[in-house]
């Protein structure tokens, strides 16, 4: 999910204990250890300075081995020997009481290992993908979950935090207050991770709803994906062998309203040849594998060359619409046998207009 929810939930698995025996600075450290893994957003920009760029290494990069289970020790390593070696240095330059700092190492690498650990798992609940079993797989997991950014999801967190905090400011008594918090900590964790769990009932109600608006055809893939803002509101995919079905989805709408939202877009047949010498690319490799597989095919004629697209049908800028959210776009010139142009995977439309369209079809239903 976003940089900002994914650091909440690690400020507000510190509010399960480790706060309670840590103190203040804890919330702090598993805000950093929950962001931690999103700094290989920087990494293409790494291999730029260095000279070993590559087309669209934002893609390769972005939740790959920061984001897997076995970097989680090492980055919980980073983060809690960092907060060591600070405590230590204000302890000597006298800006922490010793009293106030009597925890040993352990407590703090394991409020780090907790806030770190729920980023890959947070993020392998959209539908992003995350490489959680890297090195051993660079299978791109997503549950399907929850939409990368969610109304409901992070103002829970949020309200977590503010009531932990607010529990500390009222009872006066620090065992009290330790006790009232860690149960409001608690409380606010288990209904964030139910409502991870209801969105994956909601994804199979809309992808069943999707299946049977289509109706009785032969169906080879089916998915469901969650739009922006909640739960509720979904595209589902439908691919048949002659045909890609995409529908609108709304838990709380009329299925007779999504009956007339859907769209269909007929897959090539027979196949340009241009189209199979762009598969042939790396570039294509790697936004298959990124997309999942969800990628449906488009060509036609512009000024006489020929323009191959390749959209990635999880995201659409709206929620029926054949045309994917990114996409990636191949120009082949008169005459020439391979692209003379690769445009890199986009949002074809300005990102206010996409955010006004998502806003109004979640609460239009």
């Keep these: 999910m976003d940089t900002i929810t994914q650091g909440l939930l690690g400020a507000a698995t510190a509010q399960c204990g480790f706060r309670q025996k840590i103190g203040r600075d804890a919330t702090w450290a598993a805000f950093v250890a929950g962001v931690l893994p999103d700094g290989d957003i920087f990494f293409s920009r790494v291999s730029e300075w260095f000279g070993n760029g590559r087309f669209m290494d934002g893609l390769r990069y972005h939740r790959g081995w920061t984001h897997s289970l076995v970097a989680i020790p090492v980055l919980a390593l980073l983060v809690a020997g960092a907060w060591w070696a600070l405590r230590r240095w204000r302890l000597r330059r006298g800006g922490v009481s010793r009293r106030g700092s009597p925890v040993g190492f352990g407590w703090l690498y394991a409020c780090c290992f907790v806030a770190v650990a729920t980023h890959g798992l947070l993020d392998a609940c959209t539908s992003y993908g995350t490489q959680l079993l890297w090195p051993f797989s660079t299978n791109r997991l997503a549950w399907d979950c929850v939409p990368i950014i969610d109304l409901i999801y992070t103002p829970l967190l949020i309200l977590t935090l503010v009531l932990c905090y607010a529990a500390r400011k009222?009872?006066?008594?620090?065992?009290?207050?330790?006790?009232?918090?860690?149960?409001?900590?608690?409380?606010?964790?288990?209904?964030?991770?139910?409502?991870?769990?209801?969105?994956?009932?909601?994804?199979?109600?809309?992808?069943y709803r999707g299946l049977e608006t289509v109706g009785d055809r032969q169906i080879l893939s089916a998915e469901a994906y969650p739009m922006f803002g909640s739960i509720f509101l979904w595209r589902v995919v439908v691919q048949t062998p002659k045909d890609w079905y995409v529908l609108r989805v709304h838990l709380?709408?009329?299925?007779?309203?999504?009956?007339?939202?859907?769209?269909?877009?007929?897959?090539?047949?027979?196949?340009?040849?241009?189209?199979?010498?762009?598969?042939q690319t790396e570039a294509?490799?790697?936004?298959?594998?990124?997309?999942?597989?969800?990628?449906?095919?488009?060509?036609?004629?512009e000024d006489k060359a020929v323009i191959v697209e390749f959209h990635d049908m999880r995201y659409g800028r709206r929620a029926a619409s054949p045309e994917?959210?990114?996409?990636?776009?191949?120009?082949?010139?008169?005459?020439?046998?391979?692209?003379?142009?690769?445009?890199?995977?986009?949002?074809?439309?300005?990102?206010?207009?996409?955010?006004?369209?998502?806003?109004?079809?979640?609460?239009?239903p």
């Design 170 to 207: 009222i009872w006066r008594r620090p065992e009290r207050a330790a006790r009232v918090s860690l149960a409001v900590g608690v409380v606010g964790m288990v209904l964030s991770t139910g409502y991870l769990a209801a969105g994956r009932v909601c994804h199979d109600i809309a992808r």
């Design 252 to 279: 709380f709408g009329d299925k007779r309203k999504d009956r007339k939202m859907m769209s269909r877009a007929a897959k090539l047949t027979p196949e340009p040849p241009e189209v199979h010498r762009a598969r």
């Design 284 to 301: 294509y490799a790697l936004f298959d594998w990124f997309a999942r597989g969800q990628v449906r095919t488009d060509a036609h004629r």
């Design 324 to 364: 994917g959210l990114w996409l990636l776009r191949f120009r082949f010139s008169p005459g020439q046998t391979t692209p003379v142009e690769i445009t890199r995977p986009r949002s074809t439309p300005r990102r206010g207009v996409i955010v006004r369209e998502y806003w109004r079809d979640l609460w239009n």
